[in-house]
């Protein structure tokens, strides 16, 4: 079996924080927990009118040896991909916003054609 040191434990824990970090861009996680499987959770917490929401990842031992700025580059190009989806559902909301105020508008003013014209 394979020395286990404090510095090789310091190291994988520094580096799945690194990568979780890279990653999630979620801030530094809460606490990272080893699995009995091998694979390390990175547990955010968040506190919210008493209530208590977690959000987790995991971290295998392949991520672990990931390049960084690859990672970071995915992240990226994922969340580029997130704001035009985005963008593009808010464009389609406006778009049948204004119809329904046009529509709402046309109402009013055929009500009011109707009115004075039987006056």
């Not at 801030?27 to 955010?44: F, K, M, S, T």
């Not at 672990?64 to 997130?82: G, N, P, S, Y």
Request: glycine content about 2%.
């Amino acid at each position: 079996m394979e020395n286990i040191t404090d510095k090789l434990l310091e190291t994988i824990f520094n580096r799945a924080n690194q990568y979780a970090l890279t990653k999630w861009n979620n801030g530094e996680p809460d606490r990272l927990e080893l699995q009995n499987n091998g694979i390390i959770l990175a547990v955010w917490e968040s506190y919210r009118c008493g209530e208590t929401e977690i959000d987790y990842e995991t971290i295998t031992s392949e991520n672990l040896t990931e390049d960084l700025d690859e990672v970071a580059k995915e992240r990226q190009i994922k969340l580029a991909e997130q704001r035009r989806i985005q963008e593009e559902e808010n464009k389609k909301r406006e778009v049948l916003r204004k119809q329904r105020e046009y529509d709402e508008r046309k109402r009013k003013y055929l009500e009011l054609k109707k009115e004075f014209e039987n006056a």
